[in-house]
């Protein structure tokens, strides 16, 4: 079970996530890289302080995405379980329904379109949705694959340049805010990510 501490510090956080970015739903041949004019990792500056919170291997989160350039927003609910590798995806886009499963010991994603009640089954190895908690192989076992961690998930930590900005009030929580640069070179966007989270001295 999931620590107190732990529900606080991420699953009770609203994940607000601006990105503002140059995107494709697929990167384009050829890539046009990173994108400065969007924003610039050499401005970002590693915070040491304040220590940034503990990631549950275990969480759910509902995450907004406002791609501004685009004039486009999506809502998400996002189920992760490291231990038991698997996850799960509810998502909502210009009034269409989905569920994504994402089954990790059987190597299959599921589909599902609420709204004609079809689901899929594809190969997670050879999906393309894989991008949110990844796939991981090994030497030994190439067609086996493994999730991301928590922090690989959240592109948060993991090696990941964060700049603290400060304490801040998000519809009407008190939350310490982070955020950084990133490239992706799969979809071939640059992005400004801000990560907002109660801090764990504030009652939830």
Known sequence: MVSKSHIRSVLTTLVVCSYICSIHAQAQVPLK?????????????????????????????TVECNIQNKNYS???TEYFDYQNQRAAVHQWDEGFHAYGIYNYASNE?????????????????????????????????????????????????????????????????????????????????????NWYFTSKFIPV
């Open 74 to 76: 999506t809502d998400y």
């Open 109 to 193: 994603m599921y589909t599902v379109e609420a709204q004609t009640g079809v689901c899929t089954v594809d190969p997670l190895s050879s999906s393309s949705n894989t991008f949110l908690f990844g796939f991981k192989t090994s030497a030994k076992n190439p067609k086996v694959g493994r999730m991301f961690s928590a922090y690989g998930a959240l592109r948060f930590g993991n090696g990941t340049k964060e700049q603290y900005v400060g304490r801040t009030k998000i519809r009407g929580m008190q939350v310490d805010q982070w955020k950084s640069c990133q490239y992706w070179s799969s979809m071939d966007a640059t992005m400004t990510v």
């Open 33 to 61: 890289g990173l994108d400065t004019t969007v924003c610039d990792p050499a401005t970002i500056t590693n915070s040491p302080t304040p220590k940034k919170p503990t990631l549950a291997e275990t969480y759910r989160l």
